[in-house]
T-cell receptor, first 114, second 113 residues
Framework: KQEVTQIPAALSVPEGENLVLNCSFT??????LQWFRQDPGKGLTSLLLIQSSQREQTSGRLNASLDKSSGRSTLYIAASQPGDSATYLC?????????????FGEGTQLTVNP | DAGITQSPRYKITETGRQVTLMCHQT?????MFWYRQDLGHGLRLIYY???????DKGEVPDGYVVSRSKTENFPLTLESATRSQTSVYFC????????????FGQGTRLTVV
């Protein structure tokens, strides 16, 4: 059974700092990995999708990397801003079939202090 | 509005009552999913659907029923609500089996008293 772990559970940083969020998964046979952002009381917003054949994806100040063999992904946020404060979730998808659901980590709650 | 919408956003119901959570998407995505989010468990899949009239169980299906008569709608029914079903429920959709993103609704916060 796939298990996804995100460390740390919470992180507080000053504005402007570069930071890394970690995601690890136990089964390296994944199809893709997706990073989401969740604001309090809101739904999930997709940030980046990394296919199993890719090593990284970038969107603006965000860069996500994937190392399948070691079962790890990182989300790098450059020059953090207070608006980046949210919970960040990673989710892995096992296969290509219709039943291949996303398995989620419990998230890292990020606070960026002005 | 385009996208994926859930209703209601908040619901309080009594134990034993039937309640239906609605999900509607405007993208004509084939795949739709229902997840619940609980502290200590993260998001867990309840049911999913690959197309109209095709549904299947996820990780935690007990006590829930789904239907999908139209591609754009995927309602989730709690037949006899229990306190353990107090949770935040998220609907999601995806274009197809290919390597595409899943998109989530805003969630329904359900409290069973």
């Amino acid at each position: 059974k796939q298990e996804v772990t995100q460390i740390p559970a919470a992180l507080s940083v000053p504005e402007g700092e570069n930071l890394v969020l970690n995601c690890s998964f136990t089964d390296s046979a994944i199809y893709n990995l997706q990073w989401f952002r969740q604001d309090p009381g809101k739904g999930l917003t997709s940030l980046l999708l990394i296919q199993s054949s890719q090593r990284e994806q970038t969107s603006g100040r965000l860069n996500a990397s994937l190392d399948k063999s070691s079962g790890r992904s990182t989300l790098y946020i450059a020059a953090s801003q207070p608006g980046d404060s949210a919970t960040y979730l990673c989710a892995v998808r096992r296969g290509e079939t219709s039943g291949s659901r996303l398995t989620f980590g419990e998230g890292t709650q990020l606070t960026v202090n002005p | 509005d385009a996208g994926i919408t859930q209703s209601p956003r908040y619901k309080i119901t009594e134990t034993g009552r039937q309640v239906t959570l609605m999900c509607h998407q405007t993208w004509s995505h084939s795949y739709m999913f229902w997840y619940r989010q609980d502290l200590g468990h993260g998001l867990r899949l309840i049911y999913y659907s690959a197309a109209a009239d095709i549904t299947d169980k996820g990780e935690v299906p007990d006590g829930y029923v789904v239907s999908r008569s139209k591609t754009e709608n995927f309602p989730l029914t709690l037949e006899s609500a229990t306190r353990s079903q107090t949770s935040v429920y998220f609907c999601a959709s995806r274009y197809g089996p290919s390597n595409t993103e899943a998109f989530f609704g805003q969630g329904t916060r359900l409290t069973v008293v």
